[in-house]
């Protein structure tokens, strides 16, 4: 039997070597987020053509969709990792599940936010309290509930352990948001992208649509490496390898 | 790209208002969750130096103490 993977986890798991991996990736995630990006959002803003019923308005979809499956997407990843702290006391998955909070909740403000400026003009309404729309709001209160009980303990280890049981708890939500334009009458649109089926959408504000939500997929993974290291130096820092890059990189 | 087409692309028939916000608040909500673990960083490294630089002064000032040389009259 093969276990170099179980091995290999196991050493990535610690965090110096996690610190020197997450470094190594991440400019790259970076990049690779920036390009997709910005081909994605000249084919969405550029060369995609007006919507027939929305006019231009609809444009505002190549940022709404990709935010909004990002906010489910890490609160995946927040309550798998938060599963994983809590079992078996990972200290990476710790910060793993902490460090993915704010990036969800920036990725839920941003797609409650568009959702808004794109529902005045084609509603009539800023905000409506529709399943859809409300589920999505207590999605960012879950996120920033479990960002406030992580920093309302002295002890930060404690503190992620508390906060890793609301996460597991808030993930009822996320097949919620899914489901609410189907389950309830809502004023939100149905599903328009269907991963195992036909999507309700013309190629040419399809492609656009799922390279910008590759571009976002990549964004998180450098946003989190970013954080995770950062993270990492300050529960580490007794140790003696984050003294040797405090005393390497404090002096510039 | 002509003025014109350049024009009719920043008016986004008529829906301009809504569209170009709707942007800036990715944009600048992205931006800002980038620039907070950079400053973060940045902060923790300079009290972790700060933390060394005290420790190290304070096991000097104990190894005068306790050196020979520095016996109380």
Redesign the interface.
Known sequence: MSNWIPLWLHKLSSPPTFYRFAGTLRPWMMAFALLLGAIGLYGG??LAP?DYQQ???Y??IF??VP?AWMSMFIYGVMGVSAFIALVWRIKLAEVVAMESA??GA?FT??TL??GS??G??MWGTWWTWDARLTSELVLLFLYLGVIGLYHAFEDRRQGARAAAFLAIIGIINVPIVHYSVTWWNTLHQGSTVNIFGHSKIAWDMLWPLLTVTLATKF?YAA?LF??A??DL??LE?GKEW??Q???R??KR | MSVQALQSFFAMGGYAVYVWPAYAVFFIVLIADTCSPIFRRRRLLRELNARVARQSARQGQASDKTSPTQTTP
């Open positions: 803003l550029v007006p006019g231009d308005a444009r505002i940022i709404h935010s704010p990036i920036a403000f941003i936010v568009t400026l794109w005045k003009p964004y946003s970013r954080r290291r950062t130096l300050a820092s984050v003294r890059i405090a005393a990189e404090g």
